[in-house]
Each structure stands twice: as C-alpha cells, then as structure tokens.
C-alpha cells in the first residue's frame, strides 16, 4: 500500500488561505534549497523537490487547488495538466521531466541527457588606488581545470578506449517506477556505476587518469572597469572548471581588493585628503603644490583660510562605475597652530593683538588658545 501523502500546504510550509504569490516564493525558496544540482544526486534532497514541486502543481492552479481543498488527494488532480507551463517561469520544466518522466502527463518533451557544467572558480585580485580610479587591463594567473587535450576530454587513450554502462544501458539514468494513490509515477536518478556519462573507461588516458581533465596554471587578461569598489566581484564568463568532453565550463569569479592609499580616501566617486597649513598660510594665503589622481596640481590658499575649509577640485575624483562623470577632489584643510614660540614671534603676535580688545597671554596655553580661537567662525 502506498504511503500517505503530507498535505500540500504543510509541505510549502504554508498556511490554507495563503495567496497565489506566497505559494510561488514558498516554492522557489524550497526549489533552490532541495535541488538536485546543489545536492549533488542526494536521494533524499531528490525525493524532497519532487514533493515540493508536486504540491506546488496542484496549489498554483486555481481549479486544482478548489479541488484539492474540498477532496483532497484524488487521481483526477493530475489529468490534462500542463506541467511545462506550470514550471516554465521557474526553469525547471526539464529537471521536473527528468525526476517523473511521463508519469503525470504527457506534455514534456523528452531533452535527452542534460549537460554537466564544472564548477565555478574564486580569487583575488589586488589593485591599487588609481587602477581602481581609472580601470586596468590586469593580467591574472589561476589555476584551471582544463580539458584534457591528449584525450580531447574522453578520458580514454584511444576513440574506442570506452565501453555502454552495463548499469544504465547507456544512458547515464536508471528509471525506476513505483506505484502511489495518483497512479504509476516512474523517477530517474544518475546511474552511480557511470556517473552519468552512459560509458566506462577502459583505458584511462595516463595524462588526466580518465578524467577528461587537468589542473594547471592559466593566465588571462581582464578588464577592470573605472570605478570599481574594494570588494566588487567580476563575472567572466566560461573560464571556470571543465569537466572533460560536452561539458560546459564554470566562470571566473574575481573580487577585488584595492589597496588602501596613504593619501587619498574614498567617500562615494570623491576623492577626500588633508593637508596642513600653518597659521602664517592660512592667514596670508599661499600657493602649494599636491598630489591629486591627475598628478601633481597647484592649489591656492585664500588669505584668511579657516581651520576645517574645504578646497574642492571638480572632476578630479573617480569615475564613476560603468560611467564616464568623475566626482571631485575634496581637500581638508587642517591650520597647525604652533607649539613653541620665540621672544621676538611672541612680542610680534601681541603686537598684532593690541588695538583689537584681545585677549592674550605671555606664550603660554591660554595665549595658544586665544589664536586658535581667532580661527573660529
């Protein structure tokens, strides 16, 4: 006797008046979680998504779900019903076919094996401040697993160096039928024998041991784009691992790390730094000379420059990320008011001082602090 179903609504982990959306995100969280491609075959993981995806068929269809909801479980909850166009929004029309075949209805067309995809690749890759500003063209060495080019990736020493799985017949899937209250519902898992290739090695290639494939060192040119963050990760495509012959290669997942500069911060697309004038500067004005990301530039000191202005240079700061506009160079300007004074600068700063009802000190703090005092607005 066969066992007895969950209700769908525990299954989806959902309440009986929940909506048509809830049912959806339910399903596409517990989709991704139970799938067979992130379990890798794990039987129990299959059994579970297949659950899954059969009380998400009938809850999301509004006639069956009326019908489930006033009779329950019932042969008739899966007649002429099009499963492709149930899954199709989610893209697992093929993995929902492959699980039940045509056990539920006919209107899934059989794609053949499904082909295997190697596993993506992570780095790091460090950059300095001004790469990060303008872009680089970066040469990057990983290793790689690549295909096999003594055996073009069979993993075999000769063309006929592999034999039909005895397991499987062939085709890399076993098929197994069992019988439940909705009829006959017939699964497919990978073969373990073969591992899902349909074929043996009978004479592993000596440079990949049949495996198709080889690690080894590889280098690529990259572009980083202007403008990118410390800790933005770059996508390039199909530079992952392979898996040998008619496998698709994984991608290259790059993150970069940009070196902290000893002058410039970043606070958006701007450029921040500081720089120090002393008292005489800020209040006669001068002319200096810094660094900035364009190379050296002259900046003027307006006479009677306050502790805490800023001196803004537009579009000198960083471009900004799949952009063309730069953000500015912001200068903090930070006035040293001196420590240590001789007779003859104290006696000319009280000079400065009388006549304007200020009061001053002999050189000592409370003199400091009337000059800094003098700086604020």
């Given at each position: 006797m066969a066992a007895q179903k969950r209700d769908y609504y525990d299954?989806?982990?959902?309440?009986?008046?929940?909506?048509?959306?809830?049912?959806?995100?339910?399903?596409?969280?517990?989709?991704?979680?139970?799938?067979?491609?992130?379990?890798?075959?794990?039987?129990?993981?299959?059994?579970?998504f297949k659950e899954i995806s059969e009380a998400y068929a009938v809850l999301s269809n509004e006639d069956k779900r009326i019908q489930y909801d006033r009779f329950g479980f019932s042969n008739n909850l899966f007649k002429d019903f099009d499963y492709e166009s149930v899954f199709s929004e989610f893209g697992f029309g093929d993995i929902f076919n492959m699980f039940f075949g045509n056990g539920f209805g006919s209107s899934f067309s059989s794609t053949g094996r499904r082909q295997k995809r190697g596993s993506d690749i992570s780095i790091v890759s460090e950059i300095n401040f001004k790469e990060s500003a303008f872009g680089i063209k970066k040469e990057i060495e990983y290793r790689v697993n690549e295909i096999c080019e003594k055996c073009n990736g069979r993993?075999?020493?000769?063309?006929?160096?592999?034999?039909?799985c005895s397991v499987c017949g062939g085709t890399g899937q076993i098929r197994e039928a069992r019988q439940t209250f909705i009829g006959n519902i017939i699964t497919t898992s990978t073969c373990r024998n073969c591992g899902g290739t349909g074929e043996i090695i009978k004479n592993?290639?000596?440079?990949?041991?049949?495996?198709?494939?080889?690690?080894?060192?590889?280098?690529?040119?990259?572009?980083?784009?202007?403008?990118?963050?410390?800790?933005?990760?770059l996508r390039v495509r199909d530079k992952g691992n392979s898996i040998g012959a008619g496998s698709i290669k994984g991608d290259l997942l790059i993150?970069?790390?940009?070196?902290?500069?000893?002058?410039?911060?970043?606070?958006?697309?701007?450029?921040?730094?500081?720089?120090?004038?002393?008292?005489?500067?800020?209040?006669?004005?001068?002319?200096?000379e810094l660094d900035t990301l364009d190379g050296r530039e002259?900046?003027?000191?307006?006479?009677?420059?306050?502790?805490?202005?800023?001196?803004?240079?537009?579009?000198?700061?960083?471009?900004?990320?799949?952009?063309?506009?730069?953000?500015?160079?912001?200068?903090?300007?930070?006035?040293?008011?001196?420590?240590?004074?001789?007779?003859?600068?104290?006696?000319?700063?009280?000079?400065?001082?009388?006549?304007?009802?200020?009061?001053?000190?002999?050189g000592t703090s409370s003199f400091f602090s009337s000059i800094k005092n003098a700086f604020k607005r």
């Open positions: 299954v989806l982990g959902l309440d009986r008046d929940c909506k048509v959306g809830e049912i959806k995100q339910a399903y596409r969280s517990l989709a991704r979680k139970y799938h067979p491609d992130v379990n890798n075959g794990n039987p129990e993981a299959e059994e579970k993993g075999s020493e000769r063309e006929d160096g592999k034999a039909k592993p290639c000596k440079k990949c041991g049949g495996n198709g494939y080889y690690k080894h060192k590889k280098k690529i040119k990259v572009n980083i784009p202007a403008g990118i963050h410390n800790g933005d990760q993150t970069i790390k940009v070196k902290a500069h000893p002058v410039f911060k970043r606070d958006g697309d701007n450029v921040i730094s500081d720089i120090d004038i002393s008292f005489a500067q800020a209040a006669l004005g001068c002319k200096l002259e900046v003027i000191i307006r006479p009677g420059t306050q502790p805490g202005e800023k001196i803004v240079l537009r579009s000198r700061g960083v471009v900004e990320l799949n952009g063309y506009r730069r953000g500015d160079y912001i200068i903090n300007v930070n006035v040293k008011i001196p420590t240590r004074l001789d007779n003859e600068e104290i006696n000319l700063l009280k000079r400065y001082a009388e006549g304007r009802e200020e009061a001053v000190g002999d």
